[in-house]
């Protein structure tokens, strides 16, 4: 079992959110959720990934449930 998803997570969030309109969705964060999650557990290395992809998309705008979901994940899971 590989210990870590970070490259799929960046791999996801550049050929699927930022190479099509550049706006991260509700389907698109519940993806990066579900990737990061797989093994139950966020490691520093897809924390670091994570946050690197919610800052551009925050700087890109994001709807106002996006920003919600974010901020909780966030917490939950020390991003």
Do not use: T
């Not at 797989?38 to 690197?52: G, M, P, S, W």
């Not at 700087?59 to 979901?69: H, N």
């Amino acid at each position: 079992m590989k210990d870590s998803n970070a490259i799929e997570i960046m791999e996801y969030s550049f050929l699927v959110v930022f190479a099509n309109d550049g706006h991260l969705d509700e389907a698109e964060l519940a993806m990066l959720e579900r990737l990061a999650l797989e093994d139950q557990k966020v490691d520093d290395r897809e924390r670091e990934v994570l946050r690197n992809i919610f800052m551009r998309a925050r700087r890109k705008g994001v709807s106002d449930e996006v920003e919600s979901e974010i901020q909780h994940f966030c917490s939950r899971y020390a991003i």
